[in-house]
């Protein structure tokens, strides 16, 4: 299961680091704000952002639409002092939890949210409090990692897992399971949305080696710890060395390994409950 406290902490710590080392996730802010904008209708007077983080996507629609008043929502301290630096008096920001959003029914007409659903437990209680603070006709615009994010190093540190003798459950435990986009259909079809756009995209990134990777992947504040148990984790000297073998030997090229990332993007509409 996914540690809420544990994923905030996380954040927490590498705010600093972030928008050095999130190159996809700037990529795929892009890319939302690009497929909404030809469904948001009429320009937005208040948007919301949950898990705003260090303000990219908020300053983007603040100059998309200048007028809309803004609002950020992030789980972590130091990402919402990052995003109130960049953005100073033009957004509200808020410390909260995209599961228990502290605000009033119907207050936006627009709520957008990027690189954020992968780390909430429960999708339905998500698209629950989405429907209840988007008033009748307003937009949801979401993106979020999917099932084959990283599944190079998943499969690769599976496998060396699987070479070490003794239990390996530990181990895997660290691994994080992105969702498939079945699952997101599935909650998007019990919520009160109307799906305007559900589809899946591939970026690809790359690094020197997978040590390079992997501290990309911690200065963000994506590492292991945002798992529950586990025994070492990727740190685990011999699993890595056996990892970055696998993976060179398997995906190099050019003096490069690659990363594939899976994005799913949403845009849906409110509808009111019969």
Not at 53 to 76: E, F, I, K, N, V
Not at 77 to 90: D, H, S, T, V
Not at 169 to 184: M, Q
Not at 250 to 266: A, M
């Amino acid at each position: 299961s996914i540690n809420r406290h544990r994923v905030g902490k996380a954040f927490h710590q590498q705010a600093g680091e972030y928008d050095r080392h999130a190159t996809v996730q700037k990529r795929v802010i892009d890319r939302l704000m690009s497929l909404a904008q030809g469904h948001v209708s009429p320009v937005p007077a208040e948007v919301l952002d949950i898990g705003c983080g260090t303000g990219q996507l908020l300053s983007s629609l603040g100059r998309q639409y200048p007028h809309a008043r803004l609002y950020g929502l992030d789980l972590a301290n130091n990402m919402i002092r990052c995003a109130a630096e960049r953005l100073g008096p033009n957004a509200t920001l808020v410390n909260g939890d995209a599961e228990y959003l502290p605000f009033r029914d119907g207050s936006f007409d627009l709520v957008v949210s990027t690189s954020t659903l992968q780390w909430i437990e429960n999708l339905n209680a998500f698209f629950r409090q989405c429907h209840r603070v988007v008033h009748t006709d307003g937009l949801l615009c979401i993106a979020f990692f999917g099932g084959r994010t990283m599944r190079e190093l998943q499969e690769c540190y599976r496998e060396a897992v699987g070479q070490r003798e003794g239990s390996p459950e530990g181990y895997l435990d660290r691994l994080h399971h992105f969702r498939e986009i079945s699952a997101v259909q599935e909650a998007l079809e019990l919520s009160d949305f109307g799906s305007v756009l559900l589809t899946s995209e591939i970026e690809m990134d790359y690094y020197p080696g997978v040590t390079d990777l992997l501290r990309s992947i911690k200065r963000i504040g994506a590492g292991s710890s945002a798992q529950e148990g586990g025994r070492g984790g990727l740190g685990w000297r011999s699993i890595l060395n056996e990892t970055s073998r696998l993976y060179r030997e398997r995906y190099g090229t050019d003096g490069l390994v690659p990363v594939t990332y899976e994005v799913f993007y949403v845009i849906a509409q409110r509808r009111d409950r019969n």
